[in-house]
């Protein structure tokens, strides 16, 4: 019941279906909650529908609003991610006093996050980006909760982000402070890059099972449930099996059959991908997945394509000379060491930000985090864990004993995808790409001393040797001999 005698311990701003779920999360958990949108009518609206649920405070002004706070204050801004978030802050930060809270629950662009987080500093308020996953449902229920900022901000608001997180199985709330500014946000948009790729490999998956050997969609659906009891027990391989069940109500054919096939993104995997490149880190798989998207999208080249381009002499399944139950098999495989990839890769530039930006994140306590609650939850993340637990420095996730055993078993059967998939000419970009990043990185030699030698031959650009030390160049337009530069 709303009540105009007491404060509220957090507040909301904006309430569309996150913010409202937010509103309602910590109200369920016993919190007296003062909720704010610009369009007073939502705010009715939310008062109306859920009033009567929690102990809501709504206020008709930003002033109003903030009045309503418990001190320090501690408001969560839950609006479209831009200029509205910054439109907010400074609403927020102008109607508090020092030491209160602001928090930015949206998908925003962590540089932005950084730059805000100074200006709040400077006006003595608190910031707070924090990444939330989970979707609607999480928001309501529990989700995964990555909030960045200043440490004594985690000191108020901690408890109460704790009380509304999801809780992994051995009772740990998804939450935990992350580190200084914007690594909140960063992760959160790394791990929104790993969704990205985790999706596309299940689609790939599909693709194969689907066009390769001839499954219907209600078939895959149960391959898939199948799957999620093991290794690859996931909220995406779960829902996927869902999608695959659903039938189309006007068609009666799988809904899958009739919905569009050109994916859209609103932008954080395309961040991951552009940071990555920034700090020279390969995330193919994440890449691979964000330009999967961009090519389903392209529908009029693919129209002008299908068809039309040469194929090249295609080994229908049969031709393939293994059994429906192997192929499932190692398409499961293949699906499990692209996903190890993908999961290796995001917290190999998890590891180059906190690097480049001083944030000392813990990826150990990271996959903590995201073993509940969001939509990337898994249970290999507790191996995850176990491993950067074990070896907080780990220079790559593959290398982990636990997951370098797994390997062992997978690659055969990854290989044997990725030639089927060629054979029958069958896109699996993730899948492919993903191995190609396992062998180079395997490799004892890599073509780059080719490149180094073109670049020192074009442009002198210089070289490395493998026998000593020092910066050489060849006169490749002169004798050809060979100077030692430093
Ligand atoms: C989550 C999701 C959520 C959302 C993204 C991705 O963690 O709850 O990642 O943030 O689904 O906005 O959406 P796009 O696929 O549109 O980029």
């Not at 949108?37 to 009033?51: L, V, W």
């Not at 190890?340 to 985090?369: C, K, M, P």
């Not at 509940?372 to 070896?391: N, P, S, T, V, W």
């Not at 390997?407 to 069958?426: E, F, K, M, N, P």
Request: one cysteine or more; charged letters at 25%; aromatic letters at 8%.
């Amino acid at each position: 019941m709303s009540s105009e005698s007491n404060l509220a311990q957090i507040g909301v701003v904006g309430l569309a279906v996150m913010g409202s779920n937010l509103a309602r999360n910590f109200a369920s958990r016993g919190h007296t909650v003062a909720v704010y949108n610009r369009s007073t009518e939502k705010t009715t609206r939310f008062m109306e529908d859920f009033g009567e649920t929690g102990n809501f405070l709504p206020a008709e002004t930003i002033e109003e609003f903030v009045s309503r706070l418990e001190r320090p204050r501690r408001a969560i801004i839950m609006v479209q991610a831009g200029a509205a978030t910054d439109a907010v802050i400074n609403q927020l930060a102008d109607a508090m006093d020092d030491g209160d809270v602001i928090i930015d629950g949206g998908n925003s662009l962590f540089t932005d996050t950084i730059r805000r987080e100074k200006e709040m500093a400077q006006r003595n308020r608190h910031f707070v980006g924090a990444g939330i996953s989970g979707g609607e449902e999480g928001a309501l229920r529990g989700p995964a909760i990555m909030p960045g900022g200043p440490k004594e901000s985690w000191e108020s608001l901690g408890p109460l982000l704790e009380s509304i997180a999801a809780v992994a199985p051995d009772g740990t709330p998804c939450v935990d402070h992350i580190g200084p500014d914007g690594s909140g946000h960063y992760v959160k948009m790394v791990h929104n890059g790993i969704e990205y790729a985790d999706m596309q490999v299940i689609g790939e998956a599909y693709q194969l099972l689907r066009f390769g050997a001839g499954l219907e969609p209600a078939e895959i659906a149960e391959i898939f449930a199948e799957w999620n009891k093991g290794d690859l027990d996931s909220y995406l391989i779960e829902i996927t099996a869902e999608v695959l069940r659903q039938v189309d109500a006007e068609t009666g054919k799988p809904l899958v059959d009739v919905i569009l096939d050109a994916a859209g993104q609103k932008g954080t995997g395309r961040w991951t991908v552009k940071q990555a490149l920034d700090l020279g880190v390969p995330t193919t798989a994440i890449g691979e997945a964000v330009f999967a998207r961009a090519l389903s999208s392209s529908l009029d080249q693919r129209k002008a394509a299908q068809g039309n381009l040469p194929s090249g002499t295609l080994a229908g399944f049969e031709e393939l000379g293994i059994s429906r139950e192997d192929f499932i098999e190692r398409v499961r495989k293949a699906l499990y060491a692209s996903k190890l990839v993908a999961y290796a890769q995001g917290f190999d530039e998890i590891r180059a930000g906190s690097e480049e930006y001083g944030w000392d994140i813990d990826r150990g306590r990271l996959a903590t985090i995201w073993r509940e609650g969001c939509i990337i939850r898994a249970a290999f993340l507790d191996r995850i864990k176990e491993a950067y637990d074990k070896d907080p420095a780990l220079t790559s996730l593959l290398l982990d004993p636990y997951f370098h055993t797994e390997l062992s078993d997978l690659v055969d059967a990854w290989r044997d995808v990725v030639i089927y998939a060629t054979r029958q000419g069958l896109p699996a970009p993730v899948f492919t790409s993903s191995l190609a990043y396992y062998d180079s990185l395997r490799a004892e030699r890599l073509p780059a001393a080719i490149i180094q030698s073109q670049r020192d031959f074009f442009g002198a650009h210089t070289y490395q040797r493998v026998d000593k030390e020092g910066t050489f160049h060849t006169e490749w337009s002169g004798d050809r001999s060979e100077t030692k530069l430093n």
